[in-house]
């Protein structure tokens, strides 16, 4: 099967049930990566009172929540020598049955370095299996100095993932075998196992975490949000999301316009679309991100494809091919699969400025032989630490969310048919997505969510950004978003290639956000439009 196309017109798609790709951490602007997991310690110094904000809150939606919504956030150090305080809320683990078992929600505060007169703003990376704890702790000194003033920044890690009440569906052992499903499957025999790592991971969450493996729905994470919002004593909730955050932000809108503070939604999820049309959306902007970076590879010296572009399609071609047939020595009893190599290149779709040189790097190596600096390259987006565990549960945790999300099913044979199509169509990773659909199938809990538009009246605006060469939440899905909500502005960063953009290189993006979580006034523009560099002039 061919590999690589031309390079496609995203402007002309609709455009995760994806994979890895909108999932685990590579959702997270990887210019602010490197997050480490937090430790808390027991022992409990005295803590400053809670961030500022009104005492008043609001009832509770439903009186049988009344006690979630009064408790307080219990927080300690995490360590004796952290800055950061650690916590934990507890939540029902069915909102339609509050009275019955409760689970923990894990959150972190990076304190205000000035008066935090704004009170807080909650931020979640993505996924989803993101954790909102690392990404607060790494993200915090990427803030201007005046967003640090002005708010307390607090991550949560959404129910069944990282330090929250997690779900445990893997072995370190089958996460890998998970990571490495067959992508393209040639015979029977890989056929076969795609369908084994595939339809075996369900079961087996529901079996090791019965109870929260069926409750990870985004719909009950939004509600988490807002006993949130009640325990840190704020009458509105201020959020940052980032790709899949932007869908738990939407549906906090939708079921709480009220208590809608400032909203930012970057690298935006269309909410009308199902599994399916998410994978084929992500795969049309992959293969148009990949041929961008063909382009730009082939005017550094230090190419390793060469410095004629159809030439250099080829020799890329050629490789994954080679790859295919005799996967490539990496480490001691690991080899570097097709799967792998497709996997290490779409991860280095998501931020150019930072990883296109690690790629140009690592495909050296590999085309001579050595297969270790492109495996290394999904070790580190999937979190893998070198003895063979991993930092948290996102590779698992994003299929248990999405297949709770939507309700499209696909067998193994209907999958099968869509592989070849979506595969001739969209080379790069179409046949991938169209693998990945196949988990949801035997997911032993049903959707909890009919994709439809959000309009979410009544709320303040909301900004939604998008980025032009965004490959993992193209373009259109932030102008669906945008334009479904009633009081959506569009931030549009032309010829912005990587996922999402604030806190990036786009001076202008950067400057209207700030100005907006600040001060709270959005440009009067229904879709203000940045240039690839530089700024532009905001009015009052």
């Given amino acids: 099967m061919p590999r690589f196309a031309a390079q496609l017109d995203v402007s002309g798609h609709r455009l995760p049930g994806m994979r890895f790709y909108v999932g685990v951490l590579v959702t997270v602007p990887l210019v602010l990566s490197g997050c480490v997991g937090v430790s808390v310690d027991k022992v409990e110094p005295t803590i400053p009172a809670s961030p500022s904000g009104s005492s008043q809150v609001g009832s509770a939606p439903d009186p049988a929540l009344a006690k979630y919504y009064a408790q307080d956030v219990n927080w300690r150090r995490c360590s004796p020598s952290s800055s950061f305080l650690c916590g934990t809320i507890n939540v029902p683990l069915d909102y339609a049955k509050p009275d019955g078992p409760a689970i923990k929600v894990a959150v972190l505060q990076v304190q205000s370095s000035g008066d935090a007169r704004l009170g807080s703003l909650l ?20 803030f201007s100095p005046e967003i640090r003033d002005a708010y307390n920044l607090i991550g949560l890690d959404p129910r069944g993932v990282g330090q929250s009440t997690p779900v445990e569906c893997l072995t370190d052992k089958q996460t890998d075998d998970l990571i490495d499903a067959p992508s393209s499957p040639e015979n029977q025999a890989e056929e076969q196992e795609a369908i084994r790592v595939y339809t075996e991971l369900g079961p087996r969450c529901v079996k090791n975490s019965p109870q929260i493996a069926r409750y990870m729905d985004s719909i009950s994470a939004s509600k988490d949000m807002d006993v949130l919002r009640a325990s840190l004593r704020e009458d509105k909730l201020n959020y940052l999301g980032y790709s899949y ?107 150019p400025e930072v990883q296109w040189d690690s790629l140009n790097r690592a495909l050296a190596a590999g085309l001579a032989g050595d297969g270790s600096e492109l495996l290394a390259l999904v070790d580190e987006t999937t979190e893998r630490n070198a003895n063979g565990t991993f930092n948290n549960n996102g590779n698992e945790a994003i299929y248990a969310v999405n297949c709770l999300d939507r309700p499209d099913r696909y067998d193994a044979a209907q999958v099968e048919k869509l592989a070849g199509q979506w595969g001739q169509q969209w080379p790069f990773i179409g046949d991938s997505q169209a693998w990945s659909l196949l988990a949801c199938d035997n997911w032993p809990a049903p959707a909890t969510y009919t994709p439809h538009k959000i309009v979410a009246p009544g709320t303040p605006d909301i900004l939604v950004i998008g980025t032009q060469y965004d490959p993992a939440t193209p373009y259109v899905w932030a102008q669906a978003l945008a334009g479904g909500l009633e009081n959506g502005k569009l931030i549009s960063w032309q010829g912005g290639d990587g996922h999402t953009a604030y806190l990036r290189s786009s001076a202008c993006v950067n400057a209207i956000v700030n100005r907006f979580l600040l001060t709270g006034k959005a440009p009067e523009a229904e879709n203000t439009v940045c240039p690839l560099t530089g700024a532009i002039p905001i009015s009052d």
């Fill in 123 to 142: 931020m979640d990376p993505g996924g989803p299996g993101g954790s909102g704890i690392e990404f607060a702790a790494a993200a915090a000194g990427a």
């Fill in 245 to 351: 955050g932007t869908f738990l932000g939407a549906l906090y809108a939708e079921q709480f316009p009220t208590h809608v503070g400032r909203f930012v939604l970057d690298g935006a999820l269309d909410p009308e679309l199902d599994n399916a049309e998410l994978a084929t959306g992500q795969a049309a902007a992959f293969q148009v991100e990949l041929g961008r970076y063909l382009d730009w590879c082939v005017q550094q010296r230090d190419c390793p494809l060469g410095s004629d572009r159809a030439a250099a399609e080829a020799r890329l071609q050629a490789f994954v091919r080679q790859v295919a047939d005799q996967p490539l020595a990496a480490e001691p009893s690991r080899p570097l699969t097709e799967s792998l190599l497709i996997s290490a290149m779409a991860m280095s779709m998501y931020a």
